[in-house]
């Protein structure tokens, strides 16, 4: 899939964090975002929906199966101004629930310039 930016100030990539099998996919997509020059320094919030069901993943197995673990930058205030690092994060969220993402937002909003 190819997007078409104007300028973007960040990302939100939403997975089913339930859907195991379209884990390997999600990765290939948010790879690609995350290796496009446009987005280059982008926050990158990921959000691993559906935690309301029983055998969705946790937030490691997620983390893990995105392949993010040596990637993410830290939940709470980060001060990353100084550096060329990429904010990114993961949260677990219920969107049909109405929580957890609150949290991710949160953390987003510091990185908007
Ligand atoms: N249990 C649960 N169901 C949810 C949640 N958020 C969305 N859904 C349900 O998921 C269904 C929509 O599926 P999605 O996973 O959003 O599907 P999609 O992204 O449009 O399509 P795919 O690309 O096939 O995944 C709807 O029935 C929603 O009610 C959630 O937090 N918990």
């Keep these: 899939m190819k997007f078409l ?3 973007v100030d960040e990302v939100v990539y ?3 964090a339930y859907d195991k099998e379209r884990f390997a ?3 290939k997509e948010l790879d690609a975002l995350l290796s ?3 987005l280059a320094n982008v926050p990158f919030l990921v959000l691993g929906n559906k935690i309301d069901i029983l055998y969705a ?3 490691d197995e997620l983390r893990y199966h995105l392949g993010l673990t040596n990637f993410i ?3 709470g205030k980060v ?6 690092v990429c904010p ?8 049909v629930h109405k929580m957890g993402y609150g949290d991710g937002f949160k953390w987003l909003s510091q990185y908007i310039k």
Excluded: H, Q, Y
Excluded at 88 to 95: A, D, G, Y
């Design 88 to 95: 990114l994060e993961v949260f677990m969220c219920s969107i």
């Design 57 to 59: 993943a946790s937030e």
């Design 73 to 75: 930058t830290g939940k």
């Design 79 to 84: 001060n990353l101004a100084d550096s060329n």
């Design 14 to 16: 939403l997975v089913d």
């Design 36 to 38: 496009d020059e446009a």
């Design 25 to 27: 996919e999600s990765k």
């Design 5 to 7: 930016f104007m300028k």
